[in-house]
């Protein structure tokens, strides 16, 4: 399995945007065009991840860098979305996408990689539980204010 993190530079967004408009893809929520892959991708500080298994994209990752106030040289990534085809499902496709973040944090200088996952989303939770984890659960209140 192959992992590569997508910039403009290196990478055709407009045959990763066109596959992302798939019908697997558009069912699990996803219909990203190639105006917005570019301009999330060219901020240093995004992540856009892509898992490619047999010459398809079999799975996708979303993060960004937060720079600390306190001290400029550290930082934390937050993991803002995971996603594998249903297909590729249970066979590593999210492992693989995760240690390639937690290699990104560490070039990064990033003191810690965190995520948000509902209480009942178990395929989320064995994941990140097979990691090195210090659990939050019940001691955080997440609050949303649409603008």
């Known amino acids: ?6 910039r ?3 990478h055709n967004l407009a045959k990763i945007a066109k596959e992302m408009r798939g019908q697997k893809w558009k069912e699990l929520g996803y219909n990203y065009d190639t105006r917005k892959i570019r ?6 500080n995004n992540f856009f991840l892509l898992a490619y298994e047999e010459e398809r994209v079999a799975g ?14 550290r930082a934390e990534l937050y993991l803002d979305e995971i ?13 693989s996408l995760m240690q390639r ?4 944090a560490r070039q990064k200088k990033a003191t810690e990689v965190w995520v948000l996952t509902q209480h009942d989303n178990r ?25």
């Not at 973040?101 to 990104?104: D, G, M, S």
Request: overall charge positive; proline content about 4%; some cysteine.
């Open 1 to 6: 399995m192959k992992v590569e993190v997508i």
């Open 101 to 104: 973040l937690f290699k990104i």
């Open 8 to 10: 403009p530079q290196t």
């Open 123 to 147: 395929p989320a939770k064995s994941l990140y539980s097979s990691f090195r984890v210090k659990k939050h659960e019940g001691k955080l209140q997440f609050y949303s204010y649409r603008v």
């Open 60 to 73: 996708m990752l979303v993060a960004y860098v937060q720079e600390k106030m306190d001290n400029k040289r």
């Open 83 to 95: 996603e594998t085809k249903p297909r590729f499902r249970r066979k590593g496709v999210a492992k």
């Open 39 to 44: 301009r999330f991708c060219s901020n240093k």
